[in-house]
């Protein structure tokens, strides 16, 4: 015998081990889902095991192959394709009509899976005076310049533009699960390629508007929720998680630094000698605890040092 927990509505005892959990729920008259008739071909049976996953069956081949397409994490099970030899803790992850037209609506990356990524954030200083001395139509002439021009930095080192926060950029790196060493790589190259692309745009601002940008980039390497997050109508792949907290932290340490590239200890550990550094400096980061060592990054080691003079910091 064994006792099934559904976390927030029943416990219920099961004699009979034989049956798939799905079987059970509706043995006990638990309202369980089961789109596609119990054939591993839909999802919405799907339980997270909150405690003794070594008590559910391992996954056969179909339930492998549906798991590994929607990226399930072990503790996510199919009802219908998992029986138990002992006491389990489930939840049931598609409750009701409205869950279940979420799930039809549903792409892999809809479920979200947690992966290690670099999260970069960068912002312009003293963006907000700025808009107040200039006209409203320049002002969206000149974000679409510079967007523009930072935006081919990030894409073109591999990553992808998450969202615009008015004028700052967050960006990821590592999405398709490249090495961790990698995923910093591309960050930080990155970063030093919008730092050179101001630089260089500044060079227009200057001669047609008479100003010229400084810009903070921080940039943090950890594991973050990554999923399609929003409106079944208009989803967007996003990622969620201290990680980025973190991340937009530093980037408003940058001004504390006087520095236009900071970075965390995280990725520069994942650089070693690959990455020169300048200032660094040890905090407090709003929302973490403990301490974080941040470093000013100045170039790559065997890559130009950028345009202009590794001094130029932002202001
Ligand atoms: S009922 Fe469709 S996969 Fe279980």
Redesign the pocket.
Known sequence: MAQIVYQNEAVVEETDLSLSL?DVSHKHGIPH??????????????VLVLENLEHVCPRNEA?AL?ASRRGFTDDIR????SRIDGDVTIRRLVVDDFDESLVSAETPMAVGRESCIAVLFSDIRGFTPFTERTLPYDVVHILNRYFQAVGDAVIDNGGVIDKYIGDAVMALFGLAGADPRTTCLQAVRAGLAMRDAVREFNGYLERVFHETFAIGIGIHFGPAIVGEIGHSAGRQMTAIGNTVNVASRIESESKVLAAELVVSEYVVAQLGDAVRTGQSCTTNLRGTSGETRLFEVLSLAGEPAGVGDDSIHAK
């Open positions: 799905l889902t089961q789109a596609c008739g119990g054939n591993a071909r839909c999802s919405t049976c799907r339930e549906l199919l009802a219908c394709q």
